[in-house]
């Protein structure tokens, strides 16, 4: 397995974001804490998680273009998914979760819009190595499938964990082919970086010929589809 590819290529977009925090399990940044506690009650692995300070918060906030900051996040994603790959088999390496989190605005552009295309890219390179990306944003309620409340995410993040095969892939039934690799999924140490551009504008077009069909309506004819909106 390499940790190489996702920092290889030129990254003109360096210094987009400003980190603030790196692998902390108690950010002075933002006040996670309650609202992690609160999220026990929706994942079952959080909590153990949690006692063994397993669930780290790298905190960023943004300095650069809508384009610019798009491309750093997911330059942070991939190397905290390179990171969980090297660990995952490791004791209790199942419990470890990243989360990536976004301060700060970019004039014009929310942090969903910020947010939507870095975590479609890392969910469709990193699902069939059985590591799972999910998206929540600052101040907005989430809905559980089964129609439950969430607590209101105090900052946006990036969540980046060890899949969970058996439930996961209901949370992706928007995208059934995503859903079923990572239902399949198995890291057999493979380069995800060796069939895709390097530089982000041109990984960002790669991704769109991943986008699920979607029926055209009269106001959305000849524009470009975001990704889909899913909060795992």
């Known amino acids: 397995m390499t940790t190489s590819r996702p920092g290889a290529a030129s990254r003109p977009t360096a210094g987009a974001l400003r980190l603030v925090e790196a692998g902390t399990t108690r950010p002075n940044s933002v006040d996670i804490g309650d609202y992690a506690r609160r999220m026990t009650a929706h994942c079952p692995y959080l909590a153990p998680s ?11 906030r943004a300095d650069g273009d809508a384009e610019a900051v798009q491309a750093e996040l997911f330059h942070a994603g991939a190397q905290a998914a390179e990171r969980l790959r090297l660990l995952l088999n490791r004791p209790h390496g199942l419990l470890r979760c990243e989360n990536i989190v976004l301060l700060g ?67 992706l039934h928007a995208t059934p082919d995503l859903a079923a690799a990572l239902a399949a999924a198995d890291d057999d140490g493979r380069d995800v970086f060796a069939h895709i551009p390097t530089q982000w504008k041109d990984i960002r077009t790669w991704a769109r010929n991943h986008l699920p069909p979607r029926k055209p309506s009269p106001s959305s004819l000849g524009v470009q589809a975001p990704p889909p909106r899913s909060s795992s």
Do not use: I
Not at 50 to 60: E, I, S
Not at 134 to 147: I, L, M, Q, R, S
């Open 50 to 60: 949690l006692r063994q300070g397993l669930t780290t918060w790298t905190v960023y």
């Open 105 to 171: 605005e970019v004039p014009g552009v929310g942090h969903r819009d910020l947010l939507a295309w870095p975590h479609w890219v890392l969910k469709n390179l990193y699902g069939p190595v059985g590591v799972m990306f999910g998206k929540f944003y600052a101040d907005e309620e989430e809905v559980t499938a089964a129609g439950h409340r969430m607590p209101a995410a105090p900052a946006s993040f990036l969540p980046v964990r060890a899949a969970v095969r058996r439930r996961d892939p209901r949370f």
